[in-house]
Nanobody, 114 residues
Framework: QVQLVDSGGGLVQPGGSLRLSCAAS????????INWYRQVPGKERELVAT???????TYADSVRGRFTISRENAKNTVYLQMNSLKPEDTAVYYC????????WGQGTQVTVSS
């Protein structure tokens, strides 16, 4: 089993920054890659960014150049640095770990508003 704890969300003004954290525990050696997703009420979850075991990263077109996914192996934590935030980035953000099974964090609310 793998446990994921999302944190770091909050209220920020347009143009501001936030850093989300996804702390993993348990059988993390089984994880092949970790994603960040986001969801707005009434819409499907949207894939935002991915980091693989080898460190390869990919991004949705809507966030490329503004968001950065990274990891700190010593802390078993994946981060999502979000800069130049826009109101349309408002959503609940979830991390997801993919291995033999799929695991989700509980989500953290990000609100971008003046």
């Amino acid at each position: 089993q793998v446990q994921l704890v999302d944190s770091g969300g909050g209220l920020v003004q347009p143009g501001g920054s936030l850093r989300l954290s996804c702390a993993a525990s348990g059988e993390i050696f089984k994880i092949n890659f970790i994603n960040w997703y986001r969801q707005v009420p009434g819409k499907e979850r949207e894939l935002v960014a991915t980091i693989t075991r080898s460190g390869t990263t990919t991004y949705a077109d809507s966030v490329r150049g503004r968001f950065t996914i990274s990891r700190e192996n010593a802390k078993n934590t994946v981060y999502l640095q979000m800069n130049s935030l826009k109101p349309e980035d408002t959503a609940v953000y979830y991390c997801r770990a993919v291995g033999p099974k799929i695991y989700w964090g509980q989500g953290t609310q990000v609100t971008v508003s003046s």
